[in-house]
């Protein structure tokens, strides 16, 4: 018999995996989470190129985690705050806990837009980049090298919806990557990227000076950039655009979706505080109003106290869990809950195979060498010191070289 507290925790992603990795032996630890793998998000954008492989930026949760933590690959489906159980879908029974973590981040919201839920491809998982190499890949390999440049570009007509930085980082990758594709096919014209985003600008929310950097690089890949412009149909392979009233149908070969995020189903199933946009509010000590003993961070956490651009961003979900992971510790042996206050780690963004920004300390560079240090800072927020020095060397050593849009079934 143990009289160690059970402590649940949902999601493994920035938010729950890195809570249980400083939990360590606060008591009986179960973290349960719907992949089998965590997902570094920030470098997805490298995996659909090649630049990296999934076990860098996806690793095994139980490769991670020590073996005094249970790992359940499940997806939980309700939470009674008042039994403190909640219930597995694939196991069908029901799992109890005296303290709750919830962690379980966003899922894409298509805002109601006519077939973007069935036709667009998401960008979030390692799932979603595999499915757009792959019609990527597809497209190419239909296009014959002697077709005419307008019919080339025509059938290898791609749209990225939204412009925030996941949008520019994946269109400038797409774009890069066809660009080296035509090359080594010898086809004829170019590729069409196009990013569609509702607002006036690309990076909203990011400051002038790495604004800069993002459009030069958007004109240097040639990604098409439409401002103020809505989304009003995406079809099997098409896509209608709306722009001062007048609409237009876009021929694609994909439509990749980066245009929001909401909460998911589970978090709109629970009965606790929330705001207007679905986000559970949290006490400065990250704990549930009303409920000492249910925790929640990350995508779904509505904290007052950390600066807005870092709402939705994995550097907060970090910082959250060490503070989780300690107020946790504490409630278990009667001490203070704390509070701390989060800050801005910098920016880091992807342009491309060749460029990135990255904002350090207040400046601002970009380039080849940004590139490099962005592959950097990223080692160094990778889980567990283990993973870090494998993946490290594996940069270092074996390079990170984009993986080139070959024919289906060609050797590199
Ligand atoms: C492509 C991409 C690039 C990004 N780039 C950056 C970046 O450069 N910098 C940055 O700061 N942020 C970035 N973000 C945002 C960042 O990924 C999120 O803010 C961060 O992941 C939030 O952490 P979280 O723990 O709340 O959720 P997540 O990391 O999303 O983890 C949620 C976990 O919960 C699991 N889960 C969900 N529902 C259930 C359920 N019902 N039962 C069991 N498990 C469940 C999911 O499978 C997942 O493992 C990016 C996001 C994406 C998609």
């Known amino acids: 018999m143990t009289d160690k507290k059970r402590i649940a925790i949902i999601g493994g992603g920035f938010g729950g995996l890195f809570t249980a990795l400083d939990l360590s032996s606060a008591g009986d630890v179960t973290l349960i989470s719907e992949e089998d793998h965590f997902l570094f998000t920030p470098m997805l954008y490298e995996y659909l190129s090649g630049e990296v492989e999934a076990w860098h930026i996806a690793p095994n949760q139980k490769e991670l985690l020590d073996e005094s933590i249970t790992f359940i690959r499940d997806t939980v489906v309700a939470v009674d705050l008042r039994a403190r159980t909640v219930s597995l879908k694939l196991r069908n029974k029901q799992i109890s806990y005296d303290v709750l973590v919830l962690g379980v981040g966003g899922v894409s919201n298509f805002a109601g837009v006519n077939g973007a839920a069935e036709h667009s491809i998401p960008f979030r998982k390692i799932a979603d980049a595999d499915k757009l190499r792959s019609r990527m890949v597809d497209a190419l390999d239909h296009v014959p090298p002697d077709f005419p440049p307008q019919d080339t570009q025509q059938a ?4 990225v919806v939204g412009a925030g930085a996941s949008g520019v980082e994946l269109a400038t990758k797409m774009a890069d990557l066809l660009r080296d ?19 006036d600008r690309v990076v909203p929310g990011m400051g002038d000076e790495i604004r800069e950097v993002v459009e030069e690089a958007l004109l240097s890949s040639h990604v098409e950039v439409h401002s103020l ?9 098409s ?3 709306e ?9 694609t070969a ?3 979706w980066t245009g929001g995020v909401r909460v998911s189903p589970l978090v709109e199933s629970l009965e606790v505080e929330k705001t207007s946009r679905g986000l559970i509010v949290v006490r400065p000590t990250l704990q549930v109003t009303d409920h000492d003993n249910v925790f929640a961070l990350g995508d779904i956490a509505h904290f007052t106290d950390a600066p807005p651009i870092l709402a939705g961003t994995a550097q ?3 910082q959250q869990a060490g503070l989780v992971a300690k107020n946790i510790e504490a409630l278990l042996n009667g001490r203070e809950l704390q509070t701390k206050h989060f800050a801005e780690l910098g920016e880091a963004v992807s342009l491309g195979t060749e460029r990135a920004a990255v904002l350090a300390g207040g400046k601002v560079f970009g380039g080849a060498l ?5 592959f950097a800072l990223y080692t160094s927020r990778l889980p567990t010191w283990q993973h870090r020095l494998r993946v490290g060397a594996s940069w270092f050593f074996e390079g990170t070289t984009p993986r080139p849009l070959l024919p289906l079934g060609a050797r590199r």
Request: hydrophobic residues 50%; glycine residues 8%; positive net charge.
């Open 156 to 159: 290898l007509t791609f749209a």
């Open 181 to 199: 594709a035509f090359k080594r096919r010898a086809l004829r014209g170019e590729p069409r990227v196009l990013v569609i985003e509702m607002g």
């Open 229 to 237: 412009t809505r989304v009003v149909r995406v079809g099997e392979k």
């Open 239 to 241: 896509l209608t655009i």
């Open 243 to 251: 722009h001062d009233g007048k609409q237009t149908e876009i021929a």
């Open 254 to 256: 994909a439509v990749a």
């Open 316 to 318: 907060l979900a970090l």
């Open 370 to 374: 940004a590139r490099q240090a962005r």
